[in-house]
């Protein structure tokens, strides 16, 4: 299963369970809720940033709490960097990158082993990561 819901198992109750018993049992429900761990993505509007501060969509599958900048990892060769996160709760947000001075190929991952979680107390399933494009046209020459 992919999202979360209720499951509910019912055994009817002249079915037989195993030739040992030999006999009937009472229809018996078993209810179960399933909790899907939850998954995130990194998008961003555009391949080739060529603004200062360049943003980014973070969204998970269903509300997430405890996200901070122990979930998220940038990689750049251009100095960018992302704003600090603290107890984030929600689904998704935008953020933007600062501090972005050089050309070159930006990466921001999204980690599952930073302490974001659903409200079930499930890790994320996945890393995700964005890589892109930075084109500084202001300074470079």
Known sequence: ???DGAIR????ANSKLSDCNGGKMIAKTL??????IPEVTVT?????WDTADPAITVE?????LGFDDKNIRVTTDTNCKF???????????????M??????????CIVAEGPATDTAGNKL???SCLSVVYENTLTDS
Do not use: W
Request: net charge positive; hydrophobic share 35%.
């Open 1 to 3: 299963m992919k999202h």
């Open 9 to 12: 198992i019912g055994i009817d």
């Open 31 to 36: 209810n179960l809720h399933y909790d899907a």
């Open 44 to 48: 961003s509007s555009r391949s080739v």
């Open 60 to 64: 998970f599958s269903e509300l997430v």
């Open 83 to 97: 704003p600090s996160q603290r107890n984030f709760f929600g689904k998704r947000f935008t953020a933007q990158l």
């Open 99 to 108: 501090g972005c001075t050089k050309s070159g190929t930006v990466t921001v």
């Open 125 to 127: 399933a996945n890393d």
